[in-house]
Nanobody, 132 residues
């Protein structure tokens, strides 16, 4: 059973950067697509970015050009580098794992129940707060 732990969140001024880490244990990441989701207070959870087992990446429009997702399977880590942060990026950030043999599978959008059906492993989240 894959277990995920996020770290790297914090308080940063607008325009600043943070690097979130998603550490995995209990299984190798080789067979897991990993996605980052976020949820702001009073808002629905939304997909931020995902990286498939074959390296394909997908970004939400708000993340394109500012965020970069990467993975290091040898270290069982996935990273989300976030630059040019804005106050609207504030929220709890979660990483989630999708067990798959399809190297390009990287779903980021869909009904909540569909996402949770695909991504069976979730971390507890790390808080990101961007001040204006």
């Amino acid at each position: 059973q894959l277990q995920l732990v996020e770290s790297g969140g914090g308080l940063v001024q607008a325009g600043g950067s943070l690097r979130l880490s998603c550490g995995a244990s209990g299984s190798t990441l080789d067979y897991y697509g990993i996605a980052w989701f976020r949820q702001a207070p009073g808002k629905e959870r939304e997909g931020v970015s995902c990286i498939a087992t074959g390296g394909r990446t997908v970004y939400a429009d708000f993340a394109k050009g500012r965020f970069t997702i990467s993975r290091d399977n040898a270290k069982n880590q996935v990273y989300l580098q976030m630059n040019g942060l804005k106050p609207e990026d504030t929220g709890m950030y979660y990483c989630a794992g999708l067990l798959t043999t399809e190297k390009d599978l990287c779903p980021l959008w869909g009904r909540r129940q569909d996402i949770e059906f695909l991504y069976r492993s979730w971390g507890q989240g790390t808080q990101v707060t961007v001040s204006s």
